[in-house]
């Protein structure tokens, strides 16, 4: 349907492309995002049953597709992605679904009445952001709803602030109880320290070692059995994911030229950014 967008800039030239390729190799083991509790607590009451057409941007396994058409048999549901990876298992279970790229998407004007992101506008390029929400823009009809959850920073503030407060409170204790074990927590204070760099608003440099050991944990009790080298690189090379934690400037900021209008957000503190805009 529509012209073909996407053969303007080709896919493998999308640096981002060989990280999702990679991912899309271990994702059932490994992804933290449950499809399941983000529909039931969030997506659910936003859709409503009448809807007909949906497009959905990145949708890894298609697990979260299935929801949607499980809760909302009367849509057509539609999602992209750029990696082969990912849309072979979401091809596999049924789902429709075309390989291009976020900010070149081949539809027509208007073809949609709802496009869901989710964590999907936290894990592109910074510098296609913009070109991504004018495309979601141009393909949603008038009256359209354009549905997103992703990554705040008032919330991972308040995380990162909270964790290496209290692991360095628990560290001078420690010098008073039981001095040996203060280093312990002072080291886990400076890691906790360093998960968030709250001025390029991107995970910070322990985060890698933390998203690695979780991964890793989850890789062995799913697969039960260790990692082989290669795979043990791999799950470090998925490790280090570009993610952008969005302040409430930057996100309303990249919205605001494009006719939607901001809705919703749930509750101040947030680690999530829910947000829903109607296109005029
Ligand atoms: C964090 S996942 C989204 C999670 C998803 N909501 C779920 O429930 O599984 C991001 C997805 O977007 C895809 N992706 C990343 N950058 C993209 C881009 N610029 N264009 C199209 N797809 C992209 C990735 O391949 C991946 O499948």
New binding site residues.
């Given amino acids: 349907m529509g012209k073909n967008l996407a053969s303007k800039a080709p896919l493998a030239d ?1 640096p ?1 492309t060989a990280y ?1 390729e990679v ?2 190799k271990y994702w059932r083991d490994i ?1 933290t ?1 449950n ?1 399941k509790w ?1 529909w039931d607590s969030y997506y659910s009451n936003l859709i409503p049953d009448e809807t007909s057409r949906i497009l ?6 298609g ?2 597709m299935e929801l949607i058409k499980r809760f909302k048999p009367h849509a057509w549901v539609c999602g ?4 082969p990876g ?1 849309l072979k298992m979401a091809i596999s279970t049924g789902n429709e679904v075309i390989c ?4 070149c998407l081949p539809f027509e004007d208007g073809s949609f009445d709802i496009v869901l992101s ?3 506008l936290s ?3 910074e510098d ?1 952001l913009d070109q ?1 929400v004018r495309e979601i823009d141009r393909v949603l009809k008038k009256g359209g709803s354009f549905i997103a959850k992703e990554l705040r920073d008032r919330g991972h503030l308040v995380l990162w602030s909270a964790s290496s407060l209290a692991c360095g409170l628990l560290g001078v204790s420690a010098l008073v109880v039981y001095p040996p074990v203060s280093w312990v927590f002072f080291t886990l204070s400076g890691l906790a320290l360093l998960t968030y760099n709250p001025t390029a608003h991107t995970m910070g440099k322990s985060a890698r070692i933390a998203k690695f050991l979780l991964h890793l944990m989850r890789f062995v009790l799913r697969r039960k059995k260790i990692p082989v080298l290669t795979e043990m690189r791999d799950i470090f090379f998925i490790s280090e994911k570009y993610l952008h934690i969005f302040t409430d400037k930057e996100l309303y900021g990249a919205f605001e030229p494009y006719s939607l209008e901001i809705r919703t957000e749930v509750t101040a503190f947030s680690w999530n950014f829910s947000v829903i805009g109607v296109k005029q």
């Avoid at 959905?56 to 396994?61: F, K, P, Q």
């Avoid at 291009?100 to 900010?103: A, E, F, L, V, Y």
């Fill in positions: 999308q981002q999702w991912a899309s992804a995002v499809p983000a959905v941007m990145g949708v890894t396994n697990s979260f992209i992605d750029l990696s990912m291009c790229r976020g900010d989710d964590y999907f894990v592109i390029q296609v991504t």
